[in-house]
């Protein structure tokens, strides 16, 4: 008996776990890498959240839109403008962004350990944006080359 009973919370343990594992739809993110040698000042990296090489998926989604970041130790501000721009059915989007990496001590922000840190910003908690279309992405900042960034990515979720 005691052993029917054992097995019966386990099956009920499994497939509460498993039913809240499941999403009410897709998650598309896409990162690069940024040079060592820096990210330069008319560089705009271009990232498709969709792989388009493949048929099953999303065009058009009206949901959250994210972007992510890890810096260095080496990085030698405490914000980062950036400049986004992305497409939706209708409109064409562009935001600017002041993200702020460190606080007014100079400890860093953002998760991670170590010499990396992450940060992740909401651009929009509902845009309408065409996953086919690749989201442009470029610094502000007033320098001809930004040193101490390691990636640049988008999520949509």
């Avoid at 052993?3 to 998650?27: H, N, P, Q, T």
């Avoid at 990210?39 to 493949?54: F, H, I, K, R």
């Avoid at 002041?98 to 010499?115: C, Q």
Wanted: net charge neutral; glycine share 8%; with cysteine.
């Amino acid at each position: 008996m005691k052993k029917l009973i054992y097995i019966i919370m386990v099956i009920a343990a499994l497939g509460a776990a498993v039913a809240a594992c499941g999403s009410s739809g897709r998650d598309y993110s896409r990162w690069v890498d940024i040079p060592a040698s820096g990210w330069a000042y008319g560089d705009t990296l271009e990232l498709v959240p969709v792989d388009t090489s493949l048929h099953d998926n999303d065009s058009l989604v009206r949901r959250g839109l994210r972007l992510g970041l890890t810096h260095t130790n080496n990085y030698p501000y405490s914000n980062l403008w950036l400049e986004v721009t992305y497409r939706g059915e209708k409109f064409s989007y562009r935001d600017t962004l002041n993200i702020t990496l460190a606080d007014v001590y100079g400890r860093w922000l953002g998760s991670g350990f170590g010499a990396n840190y992450q940060h992740e910003v909401v651009l929009n908690p509902c845009a309408d944006i065409d996953l086919t279309r690749p989201v442009a992405v470029r610094h502000i900042m007033r320098v001809d080359t930004l040193r101490g960034l390691d990636r640049i990515g988008i999520s949509v979720r």
